[in-house]
């Protein structure tokens, strides 16, 4: 019996070392180290900003100049060769103030690409050749060359915006950063009432692979379509991933480290301005003890604010402005957590924890911060879905209908004569950029992968500039967030089928008898970014006023990516701008 006692207790040695050896080999092979330096990460480091100084000047031309390079980061502990602009990932941050000129001269250091930065949610009035969209309005910047990127901000604009790299894949390895433009002293809530303290949170999902290899994936005939599901995510470019989640079969190496920390006081109204700057998941974020009260949406888009326990869902592009109610001023700590929507993980991947908390560090004053009595507020909500945001102000000419319409169905498609790999089509086109861009070729020499329908003048017969509705229809399984450059639209109405297709041609069936019914037509929401849900539709209305070829596109980097992209022609004539 005492044998038998020794040899049960000899193989259970046996086996703890075999796991602690097994565990040791994990992490030698994935490079799994503890990070030496335990000091906290802070995620507002680069991302205070300052609204009253910037507000309260007379408007100027800020001018930066960026050195754009690649290099080695462990944004989130783990190693990834990354974007930089001058050494910085995320880019510097840009604040500015309506009214403002911005030069932007962008060197090219890169070894063997080309780049081009696209200033997202600007009107751009003025200055579409400066809207960085490559294929469409200029050329990439090649390797060793230079560009300068410089226009007018709009003395009526101002709100949360972003820069982003608009060549190739480079926006989901790193080439973006902030792009904030006060209102000077206008009349906006957030002005008249200014808040005592404003941060920047650029929210984003994260691949630890190269974005080429994460396409090259995604487009193989056997991925059928599924899209990519991201490994982690990053908050102003940090984040924190735990070690032991890493999937053997993609060796990484990896720095245990600890969660930032985002810093707040419970004593000052602050506002919050947050970007999904990610490559496809959408979020939602709380803020334990805290209700969370939406003012503006996409740029400066007042809307009617409701205050809620959670946000959401803010997909690829989109911008909200929020701020923190604090409803327990006795806490010394609290809780940022954010969600990722995963509607498009049509898989399960092991190593991406989808809800993540970062812990806030709050300084105490004598008194605690609650919204004043004249803040137009709804009955507090669990959870304010931001599709249903209702704006402030009216349509300006609430119209039953335009005299321009434009139909258009989104959809990824595996065709056998293309070598069944996911495609992104816009009706039967699915977009390749043109070694020159759009703007300076006549028409005539447009090749049929590119879908811009002319709006015609950008007058109609009374003179006055011109509507237009676009009705974008999703016969995809999944949500598709759609960017329109240089122009903020009014979204009508967004409608999800539970049964069929959903989708509505307003040339076949009247807007009465529509799967949606009835638009939208007294407050509906300004935006430059929509999510279009699955098997369903959107409304769009624009203000064609802003002559240009203007880029319209599925916001998730792998369906822009492989063509589910097209622009706008508005002005010139019938063969193009020139």
């Not at 060549?167 to 006060?182: F, N």
């Not at 959107?538 to 203007?550: E, K, Q, T």
Request: proline content about 6%.
């Amino acid at each position: 019996m005492t044998q038998v006692v020794k040899l049960g207790r000899l193989v259970l040695q046996i086996g703890i070392a075999l796991v602690v050896f097994i565990s040791l080999l994990f992490h030698t092979l994935n490079g799994i180290h503890t990070r030496e330096d335990s000091s906290v990460f802070d995620i507002q480091s680069s991302a205070v900003l300052s609204p009253h100084t910037v507000s309260s000047r007379p408007a100027k031309t800020v001018e930066q100049t960026w050195i754009i390079s690649k290099g080695t980061k462990s944004p989130d502990g783990v190693e990834k060769i990354v974007y930089l602009i001058n050494g910085q990932f995320p880019g510097p941050l840009i604040e500015a103030r309506s009214g403002d000129r911005l030069r932007i001269h962008v060197v090219n250091e890169l070894e063997d690409e080309g780049t081009a930065i696209h200033w997202h949610g600007l009107r751009m009035e003025g200055a579409n050749a400066m809207d960085g969209v490559v294929g469409l309005t200029q050329s990439a910047i090649p390797s060793a060359a230079s560009m300068t990127y410089d226009f007018g901000l709009d003395d009526n604009q101002c709100g949360t915006f972003w820069y982003h790299a608009h060549s190739e894949l480079q926006r989901a390895d790193g080439l973006y950063g902030g792009l904030i433009i006060h209102c000077g002293y206008q009349d906006r809530e957030l002005v008249s009432s200014p808040p005592a303290g404003e941060q920047l949170l650029m929210i984003g999902d994260w691949y630890h692979q190269a974005a080429w290899q994460t396409l090259e994936w995604y487009t193989r005939p056997a991925a059928a379509p599924n899209e990519p599901v991201p490994d982690s995510l990053l908050v102003n470019g940090i984040g924190v991933f735990d070690c032991l989640r890493a999937a053997p079969a993609r060796p990484i190496v990896c720095s245990q480290t600890e969660p930032p920390h985002l810093f707040l006081s419970t004593g000052q109204k602050t506002l919050l301005r947050v970007v999904n700057v990610g490559s496809m998941a959408g979020v939602s974020l709380s803020i334990k003890g805290a209700k969370l009260r939406v003012t503006h949406i996409d740029g400066g888009n007042e809307i009617q604010a409701v205050s809620a326990d959670s946000v959401g869902v803010l997909y690829p592009g989109e911008r909200a402005d929020i701020i923190v109610d604090w409803q327990d001023c006795e806490a010394y700590q609290s809780l940022l957590e954010i969600a990722m929507d995963d509607e498009n993980f049509r898989y399960r991947n092991p190593t991406l924890k989808a809800t993540q908390a970062f812990p806030i560090d709050l300084s105490k004053t004598d008194q605690c911060y609650y919204p004043s009595e004249s803040a137009t507020l709804t009955e507090s909500q669990d959870f304010f879905d931001l599709q249903t945001a209702i704006s402030v102000s009216q349509l300006p000419e609430p119209l039953e209908s335009t005299d321009t319409i434009f139909v258009l169905y989104a959809k990824t498609m595996q065709l056998t004569h293309l070598e069944n790999r996911p495609l992104g089509f816009m009706n039967h086109s699915s977009w390749k950029p043109q070694s020159v861009p759009l703007s300076q070729l006549p028409r005539s020499d447009w090749n049929t992968d590119q879908l811009v329908p002319w709006v015609g003048s950008f007058l109609d017969t009374t003179g006055k500039p011109r509507w237009v509705d676009i009705v974008l229809n999703n016969i995809d399984d999944g949500g598709h967030p759609f960017h329109l450059h240089g122009n903020d639209f009014y979204v009508l109405k967004t409608f999800q089928s539970g049964r069929n297709w959903g989708s509505w041609n307003p040339f076949e069936t009247g807007v009465k008898e529509s799967p949606g019914g009835f638009l939208e037509l007294d407050s509906p929401r300004k935006k430059d970014t929509v999510f279009v849900p699955r098997h369903g539709y959107a409304v769009l209305r624009f203000l064609a006023d802003n002559p240009g070829i203007w880029a319209f596109h599925c916001h998730i980097i792998w369906h822009q990516a492989t063509g589910m992209a097209m622009g706008f022609q508005v002005g010139g004539h019938e063969n193009g701008l020139g």
